[in-house]
């Protein structure tokens, strides 16, 4: 499940206003929602998730990051009992879910880089691909970016710090 328009659900306190001011050529504008790009934004909408969900999250069959919701289930009656239970939880707080971006009822998806299914947790080979295709690092800066995109496999690779460690 995916929270529709993300932190734009969330309000802003009225001293905090002042502080997230646009000035355009059409004027000056306070939101009133959590823009994108505020440094703890993430932060304060996990935390905000985490508090919402947090029976569910302790029962062990459901994983929250950010704004995407994950349910997982042994049959196909807990997993509908769980969405109706997530679902309950939203409706109250208006808490609304993107339809078009829920995918129900998977056997496996694709989740931050990965392939996750009931048997096993794998890298994504289309990233992982993608990241093979671009040339050799040359530069510092070049070789810090690809280890930061390899360090986000390093469980999938063995002996990940040893390889890594003369680059």
């Not at 004027?27 to 505020?38: A, D, K, L, S």
Request: glycine letters at 6%.
């Amino acid at each position: 499940m995916d929270r529709m328009k993300g932190f734009h659900q969330n309000g802003v306190k009225p001293n905090s206003m002042k502080l997230l001011i646009i000035i355009c050529h059409m004027g000056i504008y306070e939101n009133t929602r959590i823009p994108f790009g505020i440094k703890n934004a993430p932060a304060h909408f996990q935390r905000m998730m985490d508090t919402i969900f947090q029976e569910e999250i302790l029962e062990g069959w459901m994983v929250v990051y950010i704004y995407d919701i994950i349910i997982y289930s042994e049959t196909w009656k807990d997993h509908v009992q769980y969405m109706d239970r997530v679902l309950g939880k939203c409706t109250p707080i208006n808490l609304k879910i993107s339809l078009k971006k829920c995918n129900f009822g998977q056997q496996e998806l694709l989740a931050r880089g990965h392939k996750v299914s009931d048997l096993s947790l794998e890298t994504y080979q289309n990233k992982v691909a993608a990241a093979l295709q671009n040339p050799a690092p040359k530069r510092i800066k070049e070789m810090q970016s690809f280890l930061g995109f390899a360090s986000y496999y390093r469980n999938h690779i063995k002996h990940f710090s040893h390889i890594t460690s003369s680059l």
